[in-house]
DNA sequence: CTCTTGACTGAGG
DNA sequence: GCCTCAGCCAAGA
């Protein structure tokens, strides 16, 4: 079992899953953590196949903290609506005190 | 093999 | 602080 079996998709869904409830991260954050820190539109590309394996993928947004990838979720305000359900404030697509809720893989793995 | 697409990011005006 | 441009890399046609 090679590590190339886990194909760089399988790899962002881990972490992705790894993301402790009422915690954000970036895409970035997590190309970089995968050894791909050039790579964070692949994340999100990733994430389109992200439906059906239990992926909370509404706590992964850009560096900015706007929520760029919730055109991807059915509802217009659903990826917002699952993130303040965690207790995260969001106005307009924008996380607000990202700091405090930005949880990067680097740091806390 | 070549071209296009994309849920990004950093630099420049 | 906002807008625009360019680079980056992997996957699909």
New binding site residues.
């Given amino acids: 079992m090679k590590q190339e079996t886990l194909?760089?998709?399988d790899k962002v869904y881990e972490v992705a899953k790894l993301v402790p409830y009422g915690r954000v991260t970036?895409?970035?954050?997590i190309a970089t953590y995968l050894g791909?820190a050039?790579?964070?539109?692949?994340?999100?590309?990733a994430?389109?196949g992200?439906?059906g394996k239990n992926v909370p993928?509404?706590r992964?947004v850009?560096?900015?903290g706007l929520l760029?990838?919730?055109?991807?979720?059915d509802g217009t305000n659903l990826?917002q609506q699952l993130l303040e359900s965690e207790g995260i404030v969001v106005i307009d697509n924008q996380i607000q005190d990202l700091d405090k809720v930005y949880w990067d893989p680097l740091k806390e793995l």
Avoid: D, Q
């Fill in positions: 194909n760089f998709f970036s895409y970035g954050a791909a050039r790579s964070a539109r692949m994340v999100g590309y994430m389109n992200s439906g993928a509404h992964v850009n560096r900015k760029t990838g919730k055109h991807h979720f990826m």
